[in-house]
């Protein structure tokens, strides 16, 4: 079994900072791609940052130039650290990871339980 645990949401202020941490556990082999989705009410779930295995990062025009993803593979973590936050940053984020696992053949997709951000003005 493979299971994601998110942490480091909350509440802060236009203009200030979070970082956001995503640790899997479990049955891994090896972790591909990760990546941060964040969906704000009445909206849909958007891809926010992504991160290949390799080291290769992408970002919506959004979010570019505020917030960094990076992954520590002997962690199993992939963080995104958010600076210059602003009220549209306010959302639920989920974290995914696409895993091979050691007792099962093919890659899995998997997603952390969501967790509140909020910025105000």
């Known amino acids: 079994q493979v299971q994601l645990v998110e942490s480091g949401g909350g509440l802060v202020q236009a203009g200030g900072s979070l970082r956001l941490s995503c640790a899997a556990s479990g049955s891994i082999f090896s972790i591909n791609a990760m990546g941060w989705y964040r969906q704000a009410p009445g909206t849909q779930r958007e891809l926010v940052a992504s991160?290949?295995?390799?080291?290769?990062?992408n970002y919506a025009d959004s979010v570019t130039g505020r917030l960094t993803i990076s992954r520590d593979n002997a962690k199993n973590t992939v963080y995104l650290q958010m600076n210059s936050l602003k009220p549209e940053d306010t959302a639920v984020y989920y974290c995914?990871?696409?895993?091979?696992?050691?007792?099962?053949?093919?890659?899995?997709?998997?997603w952390g339980q969501g967790i509140q951000v909020t910025v105000s003005s």
């Open positions: 991160i290949t295995s390799g080291g290769s990062t």
């Open positions: 995914n990871m696409k895993i091979r696992r050691r007792d099962a053949s093919g890659t899995y997709s998997y």
